[in-house]
Structure formats: C-alpha cells, structure tokens
Nanobody, 122 residues
Framework: QVQLVESGGGLVQAGGSLRLSCAAF????????RAWFRQAPGKEREFVGA????????SYADSVKGRFTISRDLAKNTVYLQMNSLKPEDTAVYYC???????????????WGQGTQVTVSS
C-alpha cells in the first residue's frame, strides 16, 4: 500500500505561482513513479505531468509545458509541482498518483491522494 498526501493548494491571482507537494508513505518503492492529474468541475480527470524515480523521465501535458515543473526529493519521499504563470483555466482539484512507469493514462496509476484545490482568479 502507498498513501499519498497532497498539500499547497489555494487561491491565487492569474499570473501567480503555487507549489504543490505530494508526500508518500508506506511501500513507496513498489510504485516509484509519481504523477499529477487535475479535474475541473464537469470535466474528466486530465494528465498534468509525471516523473520517474530517477527524474530522468519527465512528461508534461502540452497545456502546462513551460509553466509547470515537477521535481522530487527522494530522501523526503516527496514530489513537487511548481506552477507558474497560472491561468484561470488551471483551476481544478489536483491529484497526486503513484504508478510503475510514466504514463498519461490515469488507469496506469494504482494509488491516489485525496486532492488539493487550486483556484486561479482572473
């Protein structure tokens, strides 16, 4: 079992920045790829980005490329999502997920956090 706990969400004005954190507990070695997804009201959950254990394989959705950065601290078992130049369309609940390999498909991730709300005002 892997438990994931997200934090860092909040309300920010357009153009601002936020950093989300995802702390992992339990048998984290069993699923060492981490991903971020988001879900806006009335929309499907969509891929944001993912990173493997070494950090050598990183993938981003086109909508966030150049604005968002994923990083991880292996010693702290924590993954971060630095979000810059935020737009109102980035408003969503952001979820952290754990899986075996980098993938854009939410079905490839076995463990999920509870989510953290990000709201970007115009």
């Amino acid at each position: 079992q892997v438990q994931l706990v997200e934090s860092g969400g909040g309300l920010v004005q357009a153009g601002g920045s936020l950093r989300l954190s995802c702390a992992a507990f339990g048998r984290t070695f069993s699923r060492d790829t981490r991903a971020w997804f988001r879900q806006a009201p009335g929309k499907e959950r969509e891929f944001v980005g993912a990173i493997n254990q070494s950090g050598g394989d990183v993938s981003y959705a086109d909508s966030v490329k150049g604005r968002f950065t994923i990083s991880r601290d292996l010693a702290k078992n924590t993954v971060y999502l630095q979000m810059n130049s935020l737009k109102p369309e980035d408003t969503a609940v952001y979820y952290c997920a754990a899986g075996l390999h980098v993938s854009r498909e939410h079905a490839d991730y076995d463990y999920w956090g509870q989510g953290t709300q990000v709201t970007v005002s115009s």
